[in-house]
Structure formats: C-alpha cells, structure tokens
C-alpha cells in the first residue's frame, strides 16, 4: 500500500485529508509539527509527503530542504500564501509541487497520483545517458564514450544528480542540499572543486564541455549547439 506523511498543524485540514486519502486506498500518517514530522519522514519509508509550509517549531522550508537532502521522496507543499516569490522558495526548498489553500481535495489527489507516477518512472531509470555519457546507477559505473571511469563517491553524486536534471539550471543551493546536505557553508569552493574534478575526467580525452557555469547562479548539463 502506497504510503503518504501529511505534515500539517491545523487538525481540521489534516484530519479531513487523511480520511479522504485513505478512502482513495492510501496508507496515511499524520504529523503535527515541524519536528515531529522529520522524524517520521526519517523511519517512515513514505512514498510522498504532503508537507504544510507555516508549521510549529520547524517551518516547512527547512522541513522540506532537510527532507530532500535524505531522500527523493515527492514533496507537495501546502500554503496560504500565493506570491510567485513563496512558490518558488518552496520549490528550490526541494518540494516537487505547490498548492494554494484554500484548494479542492480532487486537484490535490491529482497532483499525488502525478507525483507518484513521476516517482516510479525516476526509481526505475537505473541507467542514465546524456550525450556520451553512461551512468549505471546499480553498478555505480560511467562510461564515457567506450572509455570507462572511476569515481569517488561525492563525484558519483553530483553526476547523477546533473544527469537526472539535463539541461536545466541547478543552483548552489540545490546542489549543496541534494549532494553536501548543507554541511559547507555558502562560501565553501567545495562545489566549484568537484565540477573541476569532474571535468577532468569528463573531457580527458577531449571530449566536449558538458557541465556549464552559469554565472552567479549554478551549473547546468548540456551539450552545445
């Protein structure tokens, strides 16, 4: 049985949405608080987290940046608040979809069997390619071309995370949560290093740039025209 951790502090909505979700066949968990809920996203084994943003002792962007940086678990993030600056707050926080309350419970059920859809396609992609690159993610091996390559952990890491995200733009941040977990603070070169790293065992033979700076931004995979 599918899985679902709805995190919200208002009783009402969070009882009215575990009993119509668990009409439609889904197991659900309620969490009350900011707090309550990591820990349950922790040891839960959930298939998606409906995740309130204005929760008690921890706030849902930090709910859902710590979330994210443990598990690729769908997001869907609950807010009273509508300005395009909070949607995308949200969603750089990690979350994978956004809902404005007041909202009709048949557009929210919608979006998690979107998000679930999505979820089962990603989990079964186990090998990656992008241009001229191969990424086995059972076996943890890149090819390059016929040319294979070794690569440290936190390497593997960033590569996959770029190759699951082709041709879209990842900032720092992003990338500091899904690959470092915010371990670095944000003048740390860490990320900076391990692009360099990767690049050079990317172009050893030649090959073509496909990791890109985008300037005061991030980086992005793509291939040039």
């Not at 439609?24 to 608080?33: L, P, R």
């Not at 294979?148 to 992003?174: C, G, I, S, W």
């Amino acid at each position: 049985m599918t899985r679902i951790l709805i995190i919200e502090d208002e009783t009402e909505i969070a009882s009215y949405l575990r009993r119509g979700l668990s009409l439609e066949g889904y197991h659900v968990d309620v969490a009350f608080d900011g707090l309550q809920g990591l820990e349950m996203a922790s040891t839960g084994n959930y298939d998606l987290v409906v995740l309130d943003l204005m929760l008690p002792v921890i706030d849902g962007f930090e709910v859902a940046r710590r979330i994210r940086a443990a598990s690729n678990v769908p997001i869907i993030m609950l807010t009273a608040r509508d300005a395009v600056r909070d949607r995308v707050a949200g969603l750089e926080a990690g979350a994978d979809d956004y809902l404005v309350k007041p909202f009709a419970f048949e557009e929210l059920l919608a979006r998690i069997r979107a998000q679930l859809r999505r979820q089962q396609t990603y989990q079964h992609q186990e090998v990656l390619r992008f241009a001229n690159l191969t990424l086995d993610t059972r076996s943890r091996e890149l090819r390059v071309g016929d040319r294979r390559v070794e690569l440290t952990a936190k390497e593997y890491d960033l590569l996959e995370l770029f190759m699951r995200h082709p041709n879209q733009v990842l900032t720092r941040d992003v990338i500091y949560d899904r690959v470092w977990n915010y371990d670095f603070g944000g003048e740390s070169n860490i990320i900076e290093v391990y692009v360099r790293y990767l690049r050079q065992k990317l172009e050893a033979n030649g090959e073509p740039r496909l990791i890109h700076t985008v300037r005061s931004v991030g980086y992005i995979l793509r291939e040039d025209a």
